[in-house]
Structure formats: C-alpha cells, structure tokens
C-alpha cells in the first residue's frame, strides 16, 4: 500500500514540479514560443514513432501466433510502446525523455528485462532452463521450439 501512495505521489506531484521547472528553464533559454513549438514538435514526433513502433510490435505479435507460440515479450514489448507513447504525448521534456526510453528498441529491451525481473520476483515465478541449458528467465517458451512453461510457486 504504501509503494502505490509513493508512486501516486511521484506521479501527481513531483513529477509536475519537475517538468513545469524544466519548461521554465527551457524558455528562459531559448523562449517561450521557441519552448511551445518545440512541445509541440516532440510530441507529434513521438506520436509518429510510437505508431511505426506499435505496427513493429504487432507484427511480431502477429507472427508468434501464427507459429502457435505465445508472444509474451511482444506483448509486454507493446505495453512498452503504449507507455513511451502516453509519456511522450504528455506535454515536457522529461516525461518525453522517458518515453523516448521506452518507444526506442534498445532502451525498451532493458526496460523489458528490468520489468521481468521485477514480476518474476514479486509474483515468485521460478523458470526451469530450457533444452540445451539455455536460460532466458522468461516463462514463455519464447518462440524458439524450447520446452517453455514456468512454475509459479504459491
């Protein structure tokens, strides 16, 4: 309960202080309406890139299925996408920062690792290695013919 009431206070109250000081700062630099049309040009920007990346990601989806596998980290992937692509149209700097983060394939991979390795520890999925010793720590079978599956452990 306590991990929600920080993260609400995060997101409702520093997060804001933080951008409206980092706007502030930008506009004093370059200009307000220099700072408006640069808002703008990120936002619809990252509006195009989440789009080309959300056709990348349901393409894959789309292809797992078609090979009967489970398309668990194309599916996270596009949960990826889908919050890079709410930061990136909230209006500042640094939330589009981090939807940048998120919307870009290399950076969304490690925020992909990092967010299985923090379900599998908070729900307690243990994987088994897969044939041939290969370990990935995911509990789909990722699309390669491995034996796949997880225990969860209640």
Same mark, same amino acid.
């Given at each position: 309960?306590?991990d929600?009431?920080i993260?609400? +206070?995060?997101?409702?109250?520093? +997060?804001?202080l933080?951008?409206?000081?980092?706007?502030?700062?930008?506009?004093?630099?370059?200009?307000?309406?220099?700072?408006?049309?640069?808002?703008?040009?990120?936002?619809?920007?990252?509006?195009? +890139?989440?789009?080309?990346?959300?056709?990348?990601?349901?393409?894959?989806?789309?292809?797992?299925?078609?090979?009967?596998?489970?398309?668990?980290?194309?599916?996270?992937?596009?949960?990826?996408?889908?919050?890079?692509?709410?930061?990136?149209?909230?209006?500042?700097?640094?939330?589009?920062?981090?939807?940048?983060? +998120?919307?870009?394939?290399?950076?969304?991979?490690?925020?992909?690792?990092?967010?299985?390795?923090?379900?599998?520890?908070?729900?307690?999925?243990?994987?088994?290695?897969?044939?041939?010793?290969?370990?990935?720590?995911?509990?789909?079978?990722?699309?390669?013919?491995?034996?796949?599956?997880?225990?969860?452990?209640?």
């Open positions: 309960m306590l929600v009431l993260v609400l +206070l995060v997101v409702f109250i520093v +997060l804001p933080v951008e409206i000081s980092v706007i502030v700062r930008v506009a004093d630099a370059i200009g307000g309406w220099n700072t408006i049309g640069l808002l703008v040009a990120v936002s619809i920007t990252g509006a195009y +890139l989440v789009r080309h990346e959300g056709w990348v990601v349901f393409r894959r989806v789309t292809e797992q299925l078609d090979r009967g596998n489970l398309p668990a980290r194309e599916m996270l992937d596009g949960a990826l996408v889908l919050a890079g692509g709410v930061l990136m149209v909230t209006p500042g700097f640094v939330t589009d920062a981090m939807g940048l983060l +998120l919307v870009f394939p290399p950076t969304r991979a490690l925020a992909r690792s990092v967010l299985i390795t923090r379900l599998r520890n908070r729900i307690g999925i243990i994987t088994p290695p897969r044939r041939g010793g290969r370990h990935d720590g995911w509990g789909g079978d990722g699309g390669d013919g491995g034996d796949g599956g997880g225990v969860i452990d209640v």
